[in-house]
């Protein structure tokens, strides 16, 4: 922190992005200050990694490692050159003034120079009434089969899993370790997940697929009992008995916060108005990994996204003379 008890640079998140450039911006002897964000229901600090077993396609760890090893790596290499963590999240921001002013939801009102928007994506739900209040209360539905598919009440149950891409597949894979059947519900005939993932979890026996479904019903009182399927071609509709639901159908971009002082796109996805560049709209206000990234969603570009954002904030600073 400056003299003047303004933050040089803060950095909002603590993904891929934030930590990389956090590492960057302390390496730059910028001092960074992360918020890595409040445990809540859909978001842990470190977060979508969190959520996922093996991580095999990020450069270094040639044998895989688990997500919640790699962010523990990130955060550990960033804190070695002097990052300060903060386990809040930023709630509101005012851009329009400068030093900038951003809320916490615990520990009141820090200022800073620049700011590095690093919030990434919460997992979608599908909003039923009783899918969420049974989230809510621990009735096993869930948004995060890492977290919760171990419990002893999911273990040699028959599982469903709602989704077609990528994490819904990781989900899917990590649940077959304790259930004795996953039934995965996709709305199309075709699935979304990339051929190796596909391969991985449709040759595994305990594996069963419900083309052309969605769930319009959660069954159970204390916990759930079962789920009712649509056939969306046909309209049929059918029961199927299962002991866990876990919702993965994709992420919303971290951005409500901001409160549209920052541009955004209709999904809400920061935009970058002059790509390469991380900076936004705001001149000062940079947004890296998945909040800013609808195309690519995987760990190493949001890393390379805070390598250039740290990079474009220290530039920034020096330009206006804050070093």
């Known amino acids: 922190m400056s003299q003047s008890g303004v933050e040089k640079v803060v950095i909002i998140g603590s993904g891929p992005a934030g930590w990389t450039a956090a590492l960057y911006a302390s390496r730059a002897n910028l001092e960074p200050l992360v918020f890595e964000g409040a445990p809540s229901q859909q ?3 470190g977060g979508q990694l969190m959520f996922t077993t093996e991580v095999e396609n990020y450069p270094g760890y040639p044998d895989g490692v688990t997500g919640q090893e790699m962010m523990a790596d990130l955060k550990r290499q960033a804190e070695r050159f002097g990052t300060r963590v903060v386990t809040d999240d930023i709630v509101r921001c005012d851009f329009s003034r400068r030093p900038f002013e951003l809320v916490s939801g615990e520990n009141g009102t820090v200022r800073a120079h620049a700011v590095i928007v690093a919030t990434g994506a919460k ?3 599908l909003w039923l009434d009783n899918e969420q209040r049974l989230a809510q209360s621990g009735g096993g539905v869930s948004a995060c089969a890492v977290c919760d598919g171990a419990l002893p009440a999911f273990r040699n149950q028959h599982l469903v899993v709602v989704g077609g891409g990528d994490t819904a597949m990781e989900e899917a894979s ?3 370790k304790f259930a004795s059947k996953v039934t995965i519900v996709h709305r199309r005939a075709e699935l979304r997940a990339s051929k190796v993932m596909q391969d991985r979890v449709l040759g595994n026996p305990k594996v069963e697929m419900a083309w052309n479904s ?3 019903e959660v069954h159970g009182d204390t916990f759930i009992t079962g789920v009712r399927l649509k056939d969306v071609v046909t309209g049929a509709e059918r029961d199927v ?4 639901l876990f919702i993965a159908i994709g992420h919303e971009p971290n951005t409500k916060f901001l409160d549209g002082q920052i541009t955004t796109d209709e999904a809400g996805y920061v935009v970058h108005p002059a790509p390469p560049s991380t900076r936004t709209n705001v001149e000062g206000v940079f947004a890296v990994g998945d909040v800013a990234d609808k195309v690519y969603r995987q760990a190493v ?10 990079l474009d904030a220290e530039r920034w600073l020096a330009a206006q003379g804050i070093d």
């Open 174 to 176: 990590y649940l077959t």
């Open 43 to 45: 978001m842990i600090p």
């Open 301 to 310: 570009t949001a890393a390379g996204s805070g390598c250039m954002g740290a």
């Open 123 to 125: 997992a979608r739900w």
């Open 241 to 244: 008995e299962c002991r866990g």
């Open 214 to 216: 969605v769930v319009t």
